[in-house]
């Protein structure tokens, strides 16, 4: 993910923070971490992240006023999925 205007909407839309790793390897470097929190070398994820703080080459922090829009979007759809609405859309 190389695109900040992308990387900043995921961290909006989830409401987390999204750390990017300058790494040729970042899906091994994550893999790792995960497995290293798999095994218990790491009590959490953030514990692991925090045990390679150069590996991170951009951190985007979520807005909380676009957080709360994308909130409100994400509940409008979970309702039209609660009414099934997505099956119409689908097949039209």
Sequence with gaps: MRDPTFAQAVADASGRTLDLLDAAAASAVGA???GGVAA???EELDDAVAAAPALV???YTPRPE???AWTVLCDR???LDAAGLHEIVARA
């Design 40 to 42: 218990g070398v790491y």
């Design 32 to 34: 790792a971490l995960l």
């Design 77 to 79: 759809f979970h309702c």
């Design 66 to 68: 676009r957080f709360a």
């Design 57 to 59: 080459a951009a951190r």
